[in-house]
């Protein structure tokens, strides 16, 4: 327990944790102390001195930064004495010198630190007469990033996240004395995944994102705190509103999951939201043209085909799901699907999904705050980074702070410096590698076994590659729950699928290659997918793109025309969620609310809405009149989520979520999907970057560029031997079938390898291999992709 002491502030009393920074003291006793560099989230450095306050001191009282003095046992510190007050007068004097006071079009008006500060404690004039300095602007410094120096006090909150909490310094200082300013490196723009927190933190208008400038002040603003839905974090967000417009989302600081931080794809991925491309009316297809179409007339055919498939067999009706879906969603789904209609052809498209024993293990399961206790930290999955980007930052920190860091794959990670031990491996040999680590012969395996045995440890596992051996997962697991106190989290990385499984919606048990089979045996009649393209993104796109052509009839509820729902006979818009009520459950099992923040548009509908129109037609009582009753039915139902309530969730005391749990019994599990493999050519492995081309991305102006490119990274000596420069066209071949790549060098990659992202279109269906041949093509050349 943290020993306390007691402390004296403006004459009042307090007991306060030993150690703790005096400002975070008086913060938390509700006395405000004004500052511009201190941020509670990062190493305390005493640039701006906005802090200042009158401390007692056996040589009489002294003028000290609060940020930076830890309180001790009987201080006796004011804070609104006459000399405090002068000195804070005095920096905000000169801070306003040389600032350009153009608060009329500077985006921060109205919420900007220095604004309210100089109100409350600056002086009422300036003194100052001569000429400000100026300098070009805005000058982009990203893509999504504009910098004002003119505007800049210096206070470093951008360039200490970059360095200490994101790990790209990219953004720092240059010059000295009253030349200093905030730069970019030549030719080195400021690529970071995390770059839009250093507008969010930015106490004046000098950082501004490129989305939102010039677009609102805070006043027209509406706040709504809501949940991410981008990957399976989950992070809190308050989503800003005006004019029925989703504007910008914030981080909030939500200590249990993001601690307020956003990468970028979650803070501006959200725009497709009010793209011109979004379907807001029912359409069918005439003639291979889509047409608009009535609610009324849409469900009657589809309640029609349900009817007659159901005629010809039980089980003819499918259903292909994804993760954009809340859990009061999936409950209606689930609930037509293997309640009503009966259905055992029920499939989640994900290429790295776990199976239930893996993902609901009856093993300790971690939550993220483990990390920030564990001596040692384990990741065998993706690269966190690029597909968990927030669990990153908090493994981060925890190295930081003096965890341990070990991190197996197939390909060394960029941010491996932080590890204390990297271990790589050839795709598809994971069995092969665990026991070479159990085996303690070799320098990595007594070096794993020095780090972890009897140790406090948190494993994030998960596949690696869409080819990873789930198999030699459930033996790790096994095998660090022997040798540690180890607590598990399994890397699911797509938005609400844990969710959708603790609501039956998905066993993870059926394979996509089940549902092929029936198809084209013209077992499945009717097909219904909802919140996934999986002809752009599963590694099986080939197969199911001709399964489709076997199915009578196929209904898509989705967004937008896409690779898949274009295939479809009927597209039904659906809501997205900033346009509903309910909740959410992450990567930890911790449930969130996500809150209705603009009206629906056109005559879109949520899946549990068409699910209850469905039941009426069907003749079946519907599931609720609302995303409340079906909340209320989950909370009684559903194992593990009678805490999980509307109310309760919407309570202060919960606002960083609930942890519910589900769990079944670990068994091993019935195998793995057999890929295949060419004896000869590079050995290939296939995983996902932060950025994608899905529709969502594509239809989001400021980051649709972002995930365009089809890319091969390959070893420095493994290009020089094919004569391939940086940024070279390639050719992968793959089982006689081609497709052009974008050469990039990297020194990460190990030699005979080649590793491929795979969220880009056309290139998903290669992942179904582990090895492919590279050829150097010169430019112009194209190949045919299916």
């Known amino acids: 327990m943290t020993e306390k002491i007691k402390i004296n502030v403006d004459n009042k009393i307090f007991e306060i944790d030993k150690g703790k920074l005096l400002i975070e003291a008086c913060e938390d006793n509700g006395i405000d102390i004004p500052r511009f560099c201190w941020h509670k989230r990062m190493d305390p450095v005493g640039m701006c001195r906005m802090c200042l306050v009158e401390v007692e001191t056996p040589r009489g009282k002294a003028l000290i930064p609060s940020c930076t003095a830890e309180v001790t046992d009987g201080m006796v510190v004011d804070t609104e004495s006459e000399i405090v007050k002068k000195a804070q007068e005095g920096v905000l004097e000169f801070l306003l010198i040389n600032h350009p006071l153009d608060c009329p079009i500077c985006d921060r ?10 109100m409350e404690h600056g002086p009422g004039e300036s003194r100052f007469i001569e000429e400000k300095r100026h300098f070009k602007k805005p000058i982009p410094i990203s893509d999504l990033i504009l910098l004002d120096r003119e505007r800049c006090v210096l206070c470093a909150r951008c360039t200490r996240f970059s360095d200490e909490i994101s790990g790209d310094p990219l953004i720092e200082f240059t010059q000295r004395g009253n030349q200093t300013q905030i730069l970019t490196f030549p030719e080195e723009p400021f690529n970071s995944y995390f770059s839009g927190n250093t507008v969010e933190i930015c106490p004046v208008g000098a950082l501004t994102s490129t989305s939102y400038r010039f677009k609102a002040r805070p006043w027209d603003l509406k706040s709504n705190d809501s949940t991410c839905n981008q990957c399976s974090v989950g992070c809190s967000v308050d989503v800003n509103v005006s004019q029925d417009k989703v504007l910008r989302y914030l981080g909030i600081d939500n200590d249990s999951v993001n601690q307020g931080w956003l990468c970028d794809k979650g803070r501006y991925g959200f725009e497709y939201i009010h793209s011109e491309n979004r379907l807001v009316r029912p359409h069918k297809k005439i003639e291979n043209e889509f047409i608009e179409t009535s609610w009324n007339e849409s469900l009657s055919k589809l309640v029609e085909r349900i009817t007659k498939s159901l005629e010809f067999n039980e089980d003819s009706v499918a259903f292909i799901g994804g993760a954009l879906g809340t859990n009061e969603d999936n409950y209606a789904l689930a609930h037509l699907f293997k309640n009503v209609i009966k259905t055992e052809n029920v499939y989640l498209n994900d290429n790295f999904a776990l199976q239930n024993n893996l993902l609901l293990g009856d093993f300790e399961r971690a939550v993220l705050n483990d990390l920030d206790k564990s001596e ?28 341990k860091l070990v991190l197996i794959g197939p390909k060394v990670s960029p941010w491996s410096d932080l590890a204390s031990l990297n271990i790589t491996h050839m795709p598809g040999h994971e069995i092969e590698l665990l026991e070479k680590l159990k085996s303690k012969r070799t320098k990595e395996s007594k070096e794993l076994a020095e780090l972890i045995e009897g140790k406090a440890i948190t494993c994030l596992v998960g596949k690696s590659t869409v080819n990873h051996i789930e198999q030699s997962i459930e033996n790790f697991v096994t095998y660090v729950n022997q040798v540690a106190k180890a607590k598990i989290l399994p890397l699911v990385t797509k938005a609400n699928i844990l969710g959708a499984t603790h609501m039956g919606l998905f066993s993870n048990e059926s394979h996509l290659l089940d549902f092929v089979e029936k198809a084209r045996e013209r077992k499945i009649k009717t097909l219904i997918v909802s919140g996934t393209d999986f002809i752009s993104n599963s590694i099986y796109s080939k197969e199911l793109k001709d399964a489709m052509t076997y199915i009578e009839f196929i209904v898509s509820l989705d967004m937008f025309v896409n690779d898949t729902s274009q295939r479809s006979d009927l597209i039904l818009p659906v809501t997205t969620f900033t346009e509903k009520d309910g909740t959410f459950t992450n990567i930890e099992s911790r449930v969130s609310r996500q809150n209705q923040a603009i009206p629906v548009p056109g005559q879109a509908k949520s899946d549990w809405e068409i699910v209850n129109d469905l039941l009426g037609l069907l003749g079946h009582e519907g599931i609720g009149n609302s995303e409340f009753e079906i909340n209320e039915k989950i909370s009684k139902e559903i194992e593990g ?8 969730l919407d309570k202060p005391s919960n606002r960083d979520g609930i942890t519910v749990s589900q769990k079944v019994r670990f068994n091993n599990s019935e195998g793995d999907i057999e890929y295949e493999e060419e004896e000869d050519g590079y050995s290939l492995i296939f995983y996902e970057k932060l950025y994608g081309d899905k529709a969502m991305q594509r239809n989001s102006p400021s980051i649709s560029f972002l995930g365009s490119n089809r890319l091969l990274q390959i070893s420095p000596k493994d290009a020089k031997s094919l004569d391939i420069q940086d940024n070279a066209n390639v050719k992968l ?5 081609s497709v052009m790549l974008k050469a ?3 020194e990460d990659i190990e030699n005979g390898t080649v590793a491929v992202p795979i969220n880009r279109r056309g290139v998903n269906h290669f992942a179904r291999y582990l090895n492919g041949k590279i050829e150097k093509v010169s430019e112009g050349e194209m190949f045919n992709v299916n």
């Open 376 to 403: 040692t930290i384990v990741v065998w999955g993706q690269d966190i980074k690029e597909t968990l980007p927030i669990i990153y930052l908090r493994v981060k920190k925890a190295v930081k702070n003096g965890a």
């Open 109 to 118: 008006a109205g919420e900007c630190p220095l604004q309210d500060q100089t």
């Open 733 to 737: 071949t793959v089982n006689d079938e």
């Open 641 to 648: 989520y009678s805490e999980a309530t509307f109310l309760n």
């Open 744 to 746: 990039i060098i990297d």
